[in-house]
């Protein structure tokens, strides 16, 4: 335990709020304590969590989360580090700005780094450098996941030849998952209720090669 995975991408847009939370769940779900930082400006997911205790107040908690708010990068190293210290994976939704003065604590403190994308031309070349750039510098283990892929985009020659070279390019940095289609049951997420069958389902292809990733340990 006491693992840190990210989610994080330098392209906004991908999906990495409603990864996280539905990553945050699943494994809760499946037996595995966790505590998520919500770790962006926005404080998206720690706020939907509050607007979720307001329409479920008698739901129980599956997972606690923090929010990382007017912190220096020094009090966010500290903060990490005593969360490591808990029985428990710590997963964090990740700023979207690469140039927040506190991701370099979150990155180099990381196991773990999932990176939701599209394939579509602008958002698989930002994936590309961003991944670049990571690897040279921090030392999580990197997963990728096409999310929201639809059925008939698949077929489309552009976006056959952008999954082939998003195979091919992104090898050397890590891992690319199985994609998660394009579906309602996946487009919003809820912090409190347990995951359907059919979410489940949807999630635990792309889901289960970063789970095996923790199980074994993380990365030295």
Same mark, same amino acid.
């Given at each position: 335990?006491?693992?840190?995975?990210?989610?994080?991408?330098?392209?906004?847009?991908?999906?990495?709020?409603?990864?996280? @939370?539905?990553?945050?769940?699943?494994?809760?779900?499946?037996?595995?304590?966790? /505590?998520?930082?919500?770790?962006?400006?926005?404080?998206?997911?720690?706020?939907?969590?509050?607007?979720?205790?307001?329409?479920?107040?008698?739901?129980?908690?599956?997972?606690?989360?923090?929010?990382?708010?007017?912190?220096?990068?020094?009090?966010?190293?500290?903060?990490?580090?005593?969360?490591?210290?808990?029985?428990?994976?710590?997963?964090?939704?990740?700023?979207?700005?690469?140039?927040?003065?506190?991701?370099?604590?979150?990155?180099?403190? /990381?196991?773990? /780094?999932?990176? !939701?994308?599209?394939?579509?031309?602008?958002?698989?070349? /930002?994936?590309?450098?961003?991944?670049?750039?990571?690897?040279?510098?921090?030392?999580?283990?990197?997963?990728?996941? !096409?999310?929201?892929? @639809?059925?008939?985009?698949?077929?489309?020659?552009?976006?056959?030849?952008?999954?082939?070279?998003?195979?091919?390019?992104?090898?050397?940095?890590?891992?690319?998952?199985?994609?998660?289609?394009?579906?309602?049951?996946?487009?919003?997420?809820?912090?409190?209720?347990?995951?359907?069958?059919?979410?489940?389902?949807?999630?635990?292809? !792309?889901?289960? !090669?970063?789970?095996?990733?923790?199980?074994?340990?993380?990365?030295?």
């Amino acid at each position: 335990m006491g693992k840190i995975i990210l989610f994080t991408n330098v392209k906004g847009g991908v999906g990495k709020t409603t990864l996280c @939370s539905f990553f945050a769940t699943y494994l809760s779900q499946s037996g595995r304590p966790v /505590a998520v930082v919500d770790a962006d400006i926005q404080q998206s997911l720690y706020d939907h969590r509050q607007l979720d205790l307001q329409n479920h107040p008698n739901a129980p908690m599956p997972w606690q989360i923090k929010a990382f708010t007017g912190m220096s990068r020094d009090e966010v190293a500290t903060a990490l580090t005593n969360l490591k210290k808990l029985s428990c994976d710590i997963i964090i939704d990740c700023p979207g700005n690469i140039i927040d003065p506190n991701l370099g604590a979150i990155y180099s403190m /990381a196991d773990i /780094a999932v990176v !939701p994308t599209h394939y579509y031309y602008d958002v698989m070349k /930002a994936t590309f450098k961003f991944a670049e750039m990571f690897k040279a510098r921090f030392r999580a283990q990197m997963f990728f996941i !096409p999310n929201n892929i @639809s059925g008939i985009e698949e077929g489309r020659p552009g976006v056959k030849v952008l999954r082939e070279d998003a195979t091919e390019q992104l090898k050397p940095y890590g891992i690319l998952t199985a994609r998660i289609k394009r579906s309602v049951i996946v487009a919003e997420y809820n912090t409190l209720i347990p995951l359907t069958s059919y979410q489940i389902n949807a999630v635990k292809f !792309p889901f289960k !090669p970063i789970i095996e990733e923790l199980e074994k340990g993380g990365v030295d």
